[in-house]
C-alpha cells in the first residue's frame, strides 16, 4: 500500500481520524494512539515487500542505539567537563551509512537492499544525534524517539520533522477546543493537498505529455514540456506535503509547512525559503550553520562572504546527492549553489543592486530571472538536459 497514492491508504485514514477525533474531544492524549496507528501503517506500507520491512526494523533498531550511544557520551562528557564532540561525529558517520551504501547501490542494482523512507529517517535521526551534542536533547524517551522516526504521515516524503516540537506535542494535552482548531486546520490543508495531487499535478502531466506535441517538437515544445514537468513537481510534491500536514494536524501533531508560493519568489534564496522549506531549513542549521562555524573559527577564508558561497555550494550538492547519486542530481544541486553563490555575491558586493533592489522594475525583473532559473534546474532535475 502506497501512503497517499492507492485509495486503501485513504480509506484506512478515515477510522485512524475519527478516533482521533473521539479521543481529541475526550481531551485524551494521542501521541500513543498515533504510534499505534503509525505501526499498524508501517506494517501495510511493507506488507508486499518483507525484507522491505525487515531492513526499516532494523534500520530503527540501529538508530535507537546510536541515540542512546549519544546519550549516553553527551552525559558523560558534560560530568567529566570533557568534549565529546568526536564520538558524535564518528555516530553521525553512521547513521548516514546506510544511507549512502543504499543510494550507491542502487545504482549498480534497483533492488539493492533499502527500504521506502530512508532518506527522510536518516535527516530526522542525524538531526537527532546532533541536537544531543549540543545539549538541547537530553530526556526523550526511546518510545518518543521511535514514535517521532515512525510517525507515518510523514515517514516515505516528508515534511522533515524536528524532534523537539513533535516531543512537546506528545507531552502535551490539548483541551478540546485547542484539537478542535487543529482538526479543521488540518481537514483544510488535507483537502487542498488532495485537490494539488490529484487535480493540479494530472493536469500538470498531461500539460507534459499532450502540449510539447500540439505546439512541435523544437525549442517550443521543449519549453512547455519543461514548464509543464516542473508545474508537475510542485503540485505533485505540495500534494503529499499539504496533505501529510493536515494528517498530522488532524492526530494533534504540527508537521511544518513545506511550500509557500515558491513561484513569487523574487531571487533563488527567496525561492529556496519557499520550496521544499523542511529540507532547505535542515541543510541551513545542521550543514551550513556547522561549516560555517568551523570554516571561520579556522579562518579556512579570509572572507564571511567566500565562506558563505562555499558553504550554499556545500549545501545543495549534498540536496543533490540526497535525492540520488545520478548526475542529473548531482548537477541540479551543484547547478543551486553556483545559483546561490552568485546569488549572495550579487547581494553583498554589487552596489546596483544594493540601489535599487526595492524598485518595482527591477523586482520584476529579478522575479522574472530568478523563474527562469528555476524552471531550467526543473529541466536538469528531470532530465531533459543531461
Not at 506535441?213 to 500534494?239: H, K, R, T
Not at 548537477?331 to 543551486?336: D, F, K, N, R
Request: charged letters at 15%; proline letters at 4%; hydrophobic letters at 55%.
Amino acid at each position: 500500500m502506497d501512503f497517499f497514492v492507492e485509495p486503501a491508504f485513504f480509506v484506512l485514514c478515515i477510522p485512524i481520524v475519527a478516533v482521533a477525533f473521539v479521543l481529541g474531544m475526550l481531551e485524551r492524549p494521542l501521541w500513543r494512539y498515533a504510534m499505534g496507528a503509525s505501526a499498524v501503517m508501517l506494517f501495510l506500507l511493507f506488507f508486499r515487500s518483507p525484507m522491505a520491512l525487515v531492513y526499516a526494523v532494523a534500520y530503527m533498531g540501529f538508530s535507537v542505539l546510536l541515540y542512546r550511544l549519544a546519550l549516553s557520551g553527551a552525559r558523560n562528557a558534560r560530568n567529566s567537563e570533557q568534549g565529546g564532540g568526536l564520538s558524535t561525529y564518528v555516530l553521525v558517520a553512521l547513521q548516514i551509512l546506510p544511507l549512502v551504501a543504499y543510494k550507491v547501490g542502487v545504482l549498480f542494482t534497483p533492488d539493492f537492499p533499502g527500504f521506502l523512507g530512508i532518506s527522510y529517517i536518516t535527516f530526522k535521526s542525524v538531526q537527532v544525534l546532533l541536537e544531543v551534542h549540543d545539549g538541547l536533547i537530553d530526556d526523550m524517551s526511546v518510545a518518543e524517539y521511535l514514535g517521532f522516526l515512525c510517525f507515518f504521515p510523514t515517514f516515505t516524503s516528508g515534511p522533515i520533522m524536528r524532534s523537539r516540537p513533535f516531543v512537546d506535542d506528545a507531552r502535551t494535552s490539548l483541551t478540546r477546543d485547542g484539537y478542535l482548531e487543529r482538526f479543521y486546520r488540518g481537514a483544510g490543508w488535507f483537502v487542498l493537498g488532495a485537490l494539488y495531487k490529484f487535480v493540479g499535478a494530472a493536469l500538470a502531466q498531461w500539460a507534459m505529455w499532450f502540449v510539447p506535441a500540439a505546439v512541435g517538437n523544437g525549442a517550443p515544445g521543449w519549453l512547455a514540456g519543461v514548464f509543464g514537468y516542473g508545474m508537475y513537481l510542485f503540485f505533485d510534491f505540495a500534494g503529499y506535503s499539504n496533505m501529510a500536514m493536515g494528517l498530522g494536524l488532524m492526530l494533534g501533531v504540527e508537521v511544518p509547512r513545506n511550500f509557500r508560493a515558491p513561484f513569487v519568489a523574487i531571487d533563488i534564496k527567496d525561492f529556496w525559503d519557499r520550496w521544499h522549506i523542511s529540507l532547505s531549513t535542515w541543510l541551513r542549521d545542521f550543514v551550513f550553520m556547522r561549516f560555517s562555524a568551523f570554516a571561520l573559527g579556522r579562518k579556512l577564508f579570509k572572507s564571511r562572504v567566500t565562506c558563505a558561497c562555499v558553504g550554499f555550494m556545500l549545501n545543495m550538492v549534498l540536496m543533490g546527492a540526497w535525492h540520488g547519486l545520478t548526475p542529473a542530481y548531482l548537477v541540479y544541486g551543484l547547478y543551486h549553489g553556483v545559483l546561490l553563490a552568485v546569488c549572495h555575491l550579487m547581494q553583498k558586493k554589487w552596489k546596483f543592486y544594493k540601489k535599487h533592489k526595492r524598485d518595482r522594475w527591477f523586482r520584476i525583473v529579478s522575479w522574472a530571472v530568478t523563474m527562469m532559473a528555476v524552471f531550467f534546474g526543473f529541466a536538469l532535475f528531470g532530465g531533459y538536459v543531461i
